[in-house]
């Protein structure tokens, strides 16, 4: 499996905002990572230092996601 930073999380994410069957296979593809660890990953890497000074606004975006659920759930 190939090291995957949590810019190249990022900028994947950035690049694959909706999470469509073409993501999910891109996931496999570009990462080598099945799509949950690679949620997990992602999470990880919007919280660390190295990942929002890579791609803040993305890094905003997933870290914001649970909230937003939240609220249109209600």
């Known amino acids: 499996m190939p090291l995957v930073t949590p ?9 694959y905002p909706a999470h469509t069957p073409t993501k999910t296979q891109a996931i ?12 997990q990953k992602l999470r990880h890497a919007a919280e660390a230092s190295e990942g929002i ?16 659920a939240t609220r249109h759930a209600r």
Do not use: K, M, N, S
């Open 7 to 15: 810019a190249d999380l990022l900028a994947f994410e950035a690049r």
């Open 28 to 39: 496999h593809r570009e990462l080598g990572l099945h799509p949950a660890r690679y949620y």
């Open 53 to 68: 000074a890579a791609d803040p606004i993305t890094a905003r975006r997933v870290r914001e996601r649970p909230a937003q």
